[in-house]
């Protein structure tokens, strides 16, 4: 008997997701606890296991759908995996030479199982199929990119852009020099989009873009920007990294010198560690630094909760690891949930200078920048010094500018005398 594949609960608030791409398809077998499709939900992608042994017999929610909590998108039999698909279709091409002549004197061309090949349906899920009716597109015209020729979603897109693509006019025997320019124009159009591609939006990047808008729409957004000598935190993580990470097995980086500053400087100007909740200002009395981190897919900002009640070590140590779940797609909803200042890196890109773009709910966010050595001016003297400019954006509706310079300036004091930081943090 069928076992129905079911969308499980994919978190607190979280109804939806994406069907982003099938990891087996119909007719490979498939053993219990081996994912199956990866679902994509505004915040993560988690992948669908199978609860028991069996083959993949039905994909009912191809790639880029979108399905809710519960919900069906696949079956699994019973049974050890298809054969190859040229053993497959040889069967019913034997079948259809035996009965042919039946066949034709019926004129029922399903008797045999023939036309199902020929025409393609037996090739598609029910959605794929609706998509091709909508579209009038024959299915025995697509070529199947999938396992044993399975036809996909993308598969059928691709004809329908290329049946929608503007012919070039035929030739008339008038002489205009008119209807040579459009012809060329639509040769060269044509041309051009033979060299385009479509590539689908995932759940998590449409996600970002919507967020990144509706902050700068929200927040009365300004950035002030300042520079941090880098020469003290240099000299003691040279002196220090290697017994530090002897002694904890984490190697010693920049970031945890500027969650700590962070967290003192959010001491001082508590204003700047709230959110605004239409008429009132909370203010956090807690330290859950959210840290940028790059993926493929786009920027997420896990959370080092508690960041004040963490060392050296155990800051770098969660850094370190979120990086590594965040490239691997095995953040939790848990991992990304609150934050209550955020510190980005664009340094590590090699970025000079940048205005940070504030992560809603909160009112502020730090960058931090590549280090460069500069001429500067120390003492009445021309030196050269690694320098690194910060920035600070924040929310003006919370935060008056004398404020953001003033909590900008404590960061650069407190980095810069890097001892500061055991009392500070």
């Known amino acids: ?31 219990s606890g081996e994912a199956l499709v990866e679902l994509e939900t ?38 050890d995996g298809a054969a190859p698909a040229e053993v497959q279709e040889e069967q019913p091409q034997a079948e259809a030479e035996e009965q042919e002549p039946e066949a034709e004197d019926s004129g ?7 036309r199902e090949l020929e025409d393609g349906t037996g090739r598609a899920s029910p959605s794929v199929r609706k998509l091709a009716q909508e579209y009038e597109v024959d299915l025995a015209e697509v070529t199947g990119s999938g396992s044993g020729g399975r036809i996909t ?11 929608s693509r503007p012919a070039a006019p035929e030739k008339t025997e008038e002489p205009d020099r008119d209807g040579e320019a459009q012809q060329a124009l639509a040769v060269s159009e044509d041309g051009r989009a033979a060299l385009e591609e479509r590539v689908r939006v995932s759940r998590r990047r449409q996600t970002i873009a919507r967020r990144l808008v509706e902050s700068q729409q929200t927040a009365a957004m300004l950035t002030t920007f300042n520079e941090v000598d880098m020469s003290a935190v240099m000299e003691l993580r040279k002196r220090r990294k290697e017994s530090f990470q002897e002694r904890t097995g984490t190697r010693l980086g920049f970031m945890s010198f500027f969650t700590k500053a962070a967290i003192g400087a959010l001491k001082a100007f508590p204003k700047v560690n709230a959110e605004l909740q239409g008429s009132e200002l909370i203010l956090k009395k807690y330290y859950d630094i959210g840290v940028a981190v790059s993926t493929d897919e786009g920027l997420v900002v896990p ?16 850094i370190a690891d979120l990086a590594t779940k ?24 090699g970025s000079l200078v940048s205005t940070p773009i504030l992560t809603m709910p909160q009112v502020a966010i730090l960058g931090m920048h590549k280090i460069q050595e500069r001429p500067v001016v120390v ?37 810069e005398d890097p001892e500061s930081l055991l009392l500070e943090g």
């Open 326 to 349: 965040a490239r691997e797609g095995k953040l939790t909803l848990e991992d990304l949930r609150g934050g209550t200042f955020t510190i980005t890196n664009g340094g590590i890109f």
């Open 379 to 415: 003492e009445g003297e021309v030196v050269v010094r690694p320098m690194m400019y910060v920035a600070l954006s924040y929310d003006h509706r919370v935060i008056d500018g004398a404020e953001a310079v003033s909590f900008l300036v404590r960061i650069k004091e407190l980095v």
């Open 108 to 114: 029922d061309e399903t008797s045999n199982g023939h």
């Open 153 to 163: 979603r993308d598969d059928v897109e691709r004809l329908i852009r290329e049946q």
């Open 42 to 79: 505004d915040k993560i992608n988690f992948e669908v296991e199978a609860e028991q042994d069996g083959v993949l017999e039905s994909i009912s929610k191809d790639e880029g759908e979108t399905v809710n909590v519960g919900e069906v998108i696949g079956t699994i039999g019973e049974g």
């Open 303 to 318: 959370v080092i909760r508690d960041a004040d009640h963490k060392n050296f070590a155990e800051i770098e140590q969660g």
């Open 1 to 31: 008997m069928a076992a129905e594949i079911h969308v499980p609960e994919l978190g607190e608030s979280v109804a939806d997701a994406t069907v982003g791409r099938w990891l087996k398809q119909e007719g490979e077998a498939v053993k």
